[in-house]
């Protein structure tokens, strides 16, 4: 009797929360990036994006297609290929769900059947920013919605809380 209580009190818990039992060990954000040569090959021309802001299907399509990469070539030599393949794939979003940024993006992604192969197209994401004015987003300080440390802050920390956003020409974000 005592463990079917204690069951209906989990249960109840559970599904009064979307973080479903993960919010015990929750932890903010993303987990920061920690390898050297990732941070070193992908951060020429934007912030090395934490593996746990994309699932691993999203990430083996943009590690598939480096040399075709948003207009760009951003090949990597072939075993530093394989290191860094490792490294995003252990740590990608389904991987850190003690994370809660993670867990939201990785849930996220049953909403769509597509495979997409940016953060800034992840259901989550689009979400969290589709109250943005869309001049705040293309103004020059900005570029667009990848550029993601030109408004967050702590982004590079794989921090994105609300407190630290400071969009240029405009300041922080109050909703
Ligand atoms: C030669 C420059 C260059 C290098 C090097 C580079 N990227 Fe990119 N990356 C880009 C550009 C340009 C975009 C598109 C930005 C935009 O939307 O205008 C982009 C976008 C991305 C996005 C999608 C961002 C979004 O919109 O959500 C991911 C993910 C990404 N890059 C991962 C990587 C990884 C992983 C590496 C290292 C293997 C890497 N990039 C190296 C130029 C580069
Ligand atoms: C133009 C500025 C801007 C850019 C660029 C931007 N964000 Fe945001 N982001 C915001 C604002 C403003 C919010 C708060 C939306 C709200 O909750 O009302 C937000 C919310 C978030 C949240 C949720 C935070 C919370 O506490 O609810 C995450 C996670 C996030 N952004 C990640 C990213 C990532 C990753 C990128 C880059 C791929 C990015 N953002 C690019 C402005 C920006």
Same mark, same amino acid.
């Given at each position: 009797m005592k463990y079917i209580l204690v069951l209906i009190l989990m249960i109840g818990f559970n599904f009064a929360d979307d973080d479903y039992g993960y919010k015990a060990y929750s932890k903010n954000g993303v987990k920061p990036v920690d390898n050297e040569l990732y941070q070193n090959e992908c951060s020429?021309?934007?912030?090395?994006?934490? !593996?746990?802001?994309?699932t691993s299907k999203s990430w083996d399509k943009v590690m598939t297609n480096l040399d075709n990469h948003f207009g760009t070539d951003a090949s990597v030599l072939d075993e530093d290929y394989n290191l860094i393949y490792k490294y995003i794939m252990e740590n990608s979003a389904e991987k850190a769900m003690d994370y809660k940024r993670s867990r939201r993006i990785a849930s996220s992604?049953?909403?769509?059947?597509t495979t997409v192969d940016?953060?800034?197209?992840t259901p989550y994401i689009i979400k969290k920013h589709d109250?943005? !004015?869309p001049r705040l987003i293309k103004q020059e300080e900005v570029?667009?919605?990848?550029?993601?440390?030109a408004c967050h802050t702590q982004a590079k920390k794989g921090s994105y809380k609300e407190s630290e956003i400071k969009i240029p020409n405009y300041g922080r974000w109050d909703d």
């Open positions: 020429a021309c934007h912030f090395a994006y934490q !593996p746990g802001l994309l992604m049953s909403y769509i059947s940016a953060i800034t197209k109250e943005i !004015p570029k667009g919605l990848f550029n993601c440390t």
